[in-house]
């Protein structure tokens, strides 16, 4: 079983859509999670951490369920510019040695 | 944000030589410093931790002796492919953490890639 577990899609959806990205983690003593975005050939960028409390960074909403080791990321009201692969990504250590795991990504293309 | 550069951003080698890859946080200082590899249509795979002044940390499945990690300074790690063959073409991506503590700590930003192609 992957560490980190994402549909790799893609999702094709028309501006103005809601669309919604599930992870899964196998690792129980998981720390801190994040939602990167990458686009095509380039580095991944942070898009925003992720709380068990939940957060929200304007259009974009990201979920955490510890006891289900579930994480997501909803995207309102899309953007042509959010077309990426958007990338699930856990801190696994306890000891906080930084490592992170990487999803395998899910890609987005919205369409006008 | 804090800045990665990396360099260079392309190369392209003959199978059986070595390449080295520069990594260098330009506005903080990182004393932890991440490389990985990702291979097209998958994702970033870990392939170790670079302290500065002490040696890296590999991951599982991952030759020391072929990839060679050098962390000589706070804002410079580099990563040599030593004997590179074709199947070690990929997309190379180092990361810096710029915190020892506090929530910058668990924040890494990357450096924008080396794509090698060994002929």
């Known amino acids: 079983r992957k560490e980190v577990e994402q549909d790799p899609g893609p999702f094709n959806v028309p501006e103005g859509a809601t669309v919604a990205f599930n992870c899964t983690y196998s690792?129980?003593?998981?720390?801190?999670f994040f939602w990167y975005r990458q686009d095509c050939r380039k580095e991944p960028k942070l898009l925003m951490s992720?709380?068990?409390s939940g957060n929200e960074d304007g259009r974009f909403t990201a979920q955490l369920n510890r006891a289900s080791q579930y994480i997501s990321l909803l995207i309102r009201d899309s953007k042509l510019s959010d077309s990426a692969t958007y990338l699930c990504?856990?801190?696994?250590?306890?000891?906080?040695?930084?490592?992170?795991?990487f999803g395998q990504g899910t890609t987005l293309q919205v369409k006008p | 944000g804090a800045v990665v550069s990396q360099h260079p951003s392309r190369v392209i080698c003959k199978s059986g030589t070595s390449v080295k890859i520069e990594c260098r946080s330009l506005?903080?200082?990182?004393?932890?410093m991440f490389w990985y590899r990702q291979f097209p249509k998958q994702s970033l795979m870990l392939m170790a931790t670079?302290?500065?002044?002490?040696?890296?940390?590999?991951e599982q499945g991952v030759e020391k002796d072929k990839f060679l990690i050098n962390h000589a300074s706070l804002t410079l790690s580099t990563l040599t492919v030593t004997s590179a063959h074709p199947e070690d073409s990929s997309f190379y991506i180092c990361?810096?953490?710029?915190?020892?503590?506090?929530?910058?700590?668990?924040?890494?930003?990357f450096g924008p890639g080396t794509r090698l192609t060994v002929l």
């Open positions: 670079s302290n500065e002044g002490s040696k890296a940390t590999y």
């Open positions: 990504v856990v801190n696994p250590s306890p000891g906080n040695t930084g490592k992170l795991i």
């Open positions: 690792n129980s003593a998981s720390q801190s």
């Open positions: 990361s810096a953490r710029a915190g020892t503590s506090g929530p910058s700590y668990n924040e890494q930003f």
């Open positions: 992720v709380y068990s």
């Open positions: 506005d903080f200082q990182a004393t932890t």
